[in-house]
């Protein structure tokens, strides 16, 4: 309904000719706000969007054009005129007409006016000074505590400070962060989400393993201050200060590997270097020039020097956590770090700005494999979580927790996993699918339970087992069980020997080098060309920013999604869906 009323709004904007008897629809009185925020050099307001308020009645509070609007929120597809309750959309503040001109700035309504001490009344919100926030848009696969989490909140300040009575939030929808946490009072909550708006999936906490708890956050208390130019967590790192330094079309980069590791020569970083070297000539074709410099950094010692690093764009490696930290702070914040191999080196990306992590971690896997779940589940089904008695249970099993999901917990000792069968058969359903997580990443306790969810397979009983992609590595599980229960892996790396992409890379590969291309070959080659790529063009810095952040690029064998880390460097998340169907082939979902 809501659409339908949106729909023909828009219709009578483009025809312009409806008598005002016609309207079915009436729209809230609008107040120009009070918030400002500056980007790019220009001011605008925050406006948050309330219950029936349309672009026609904002448009005209704010003396500006519907185009107006349209034009300063590119990353909210308004051009059908589709808003949402608690959008913060930024209204481009007019500048002050000469005198004798009749059309002045909007100037705000009463409603509007901030009252002193002595005449607000309790209830109304108190409007938080510019400098003390940050305005964040929600990414299309975060929820509130993924949200609150990254900014080291609770879910309820969070949802106190923007006014939310749910922690739904829609995709792409703005959010206030508070700078200082205790300094600023929360909005009051009187925003509430759309009726009829598409549910959406069950919140999961997204906290890191290697990261912290959000700290407890104090009564926010009211504090006067003068707005001051503040920019969001996505533009305020080191996009803009690379922005401002590069000056060639041809980007620099520095590939430092450990090429002769303690005395030895390491294949694996010839290959992931061989696989740059592919992609830089494939960059080339298309016009994008790189220029690598290489820098061994055997035996643990990274031979560069301050110059070298300010003078090149990029950095690809070291690998350990131990050298890229030594080479980061050295590094420029203007010049961006890769970390191409090691999951480990996440826990550096709070301290570093500049670092970008390559790989995606195994959080990102345990919260995919809960949403698959969700995607899967069909009524009839359960789900069935499945824990080892002597070890903690992974961190899947509290980020399916956290979903939502109705699940039922089996507890199993090393010795009851290896014939569980007939404990799991009295949890499954009558006759839909049972979704299973086991959690535990000890290999013997795996297999045993997989081994039996086979048996269970085997007569009639429809399965799915979900995993990360450290599945793949278990010796002792055969793959013969892995299809027949249907296994569903949400993994890093994964290489579809189908694909005519890789079998064109395979030609090539072969060809320059006279060597069949590793696992290392693929990830050189999927991170020089992502990266490059995404550097190489710094005059379309706001469009390379979109890139990276909100559309997924697939390489040959990972995919890279990144987002940040509020005051620090970039993660990614992308994952693959790996599927081992029955009849034994192995299918790479596309997503």
Not at 176 to 203: C, D, F, L, W, Y
Request: charged fraction near 20%; glycine fraction near 4%; proline fraction near 6%.
């Amino acid at each position: 309904m809501k659409r339908l009323l949106t729909s023909l709004i828009a219709a009578a904007l483009c025809l312009g000719s409806l008598p005002l008897a016609a309207q079915v629809y009436k729209s809230a009185p609008v107040s120009v706000s009070q918030e400002t925020v500056r980007k790019d050099g220009k001011v605008y307001y925050a406006h948050k969007v309330l219950d029936h308020q349309t672009l026609f009645s904002i448009s005209r509070a704010y003396d500006v054009s519907y185009q107006d609007i349209v034009d300063a929120n590119p990353d909210l597809d308004l051009t059908r005129g589709q808003i949402q309750i608690g959008q913060i959309l930024m209204i481009p503040q007019k500048e002050a007409k000469a005198a004798g001109t009749d059309t002045p700035a909007p100037q705000a309504s009463p409603a509007a006016t901030v009252k002193t001490p002595a005449q607000q009344p309790a209830t109304a919100p108190a409007a938080a000074p510019e400098e003390d926030y940050t305005i964040y848009t929600a990414k299309w696969y975060e929820d509130l505590n993924m949200i609150a989490a990254k900014f080291n909140l609770s879910k309820e300040t969070l949802m106190a400070y923007n006014g939310l009575t749910s922690d739904k939030i829609e995709k792409r929808q703005k959010l206030r962060i508070p700078n200082r946490p205790g300094s600023v009072a929360p909005a009051v909550a009187s925003t509430k989400q759309p009726a009829g708006s598409e549910a959406t999936a069950p919140a999961v906490t997204p906290a890191l393993p290697e990261e912290s708890a959000p700290a407890t956050v104090e009564e926010p208390v009211v504090q006067a201050a003068v707005p001051e130019e503040t920019e969001s967590p996505s533009t305020s790192s080191f996009w803009d200060l690379f922005r401002k330094k590069k000056s060639s079309d041809k980007i620099s980069v520095a590939v430092i590997l450990p090429f002769n590791a303690k005395g030895q020569v390491s294949h694996s970083a010839f290959d992931l270097y061989s696989g740059m070297l592919l992609a830089v000539r494939d960059l080339a074709k298309s016009g994008i020039q790189a220029d690598l410099k290489v820098i061994d950094n055997k035996n643990a010692a990274t031979p560069v020097t301050d110059a070298q690093l300010s003078d090149c764009d990029l950095v690809i490696g070291p690998i350990t956590p131990e050298d890229l930290e030594s080479v980061l702070d050295r590094c420029p914040h203007a010049t961006a770090v890769v970390s191409p191999l090691d999951p480990k080196a996440i826990s550096l990306t709070a301290a570093y700005p500049n670092l970008i992590q390559a790989p995606s971690p195994a959080s990102a896997q345990n919260l995919d494999i809960v949403h698959w779940i969700q995607d899967d589940f069909l009524t009839g089904d359960k789900v069935l979580l499945i824990k080892e008695k002597e070890n903690a249970a992974t961190s899947v099993a509290e980020y399916l927790a956290a979903s939502g999901l109705q699940y039922e917990t089996v507890v199993l000792s090393a010795g009851e996993a290896r014939s569980c069968a007939e404990r799991i058969r009295l949890l499954l359903p009558a006759r839909g699918t049972a979704h299973i997580v086991v959690a535990s990443e000890r290999e013997t306790f795996f297999n045993d339970v997989v081994r039996n969810l086979n048996l269970l397979s085997v007569k009639g009983h429809e399965l799915i087992l979900y995993g990360p992609s450290k599945v793949r590595t278990f010796d002792m599980v055969e793959v013969e069980n892995l299809h027949r229960v249907n296994a569903h892996l949400s993994c890093s790396y994964f290489i579809d020997y189908e694909n005519p992409r890789i079998k064109d890379f395979l030609l090539s590969y072969r060809a320059l080098f006279g060597a069949e291309p590793t696992q290392f070959s693929y990830q050189g080659y999927d991170i020089a060309s992502y990266f490059i790529r995404n550097f190489a063009t710094p005059e379309r810095e706001r469009e390379r920013m979109t890139r990276l952040e909100d559309r997924k690029y697939r390489g040959l064998q990972s995919d890279f999604l990144l987002t940040d880390t509020y005051g620090g460097g970039n993660v990614n998340q992308a994952v693959r869906r790996v599927v081992y169907r029955n009849d034994y082939s192995i299918d790479l979902l596309n997503q």
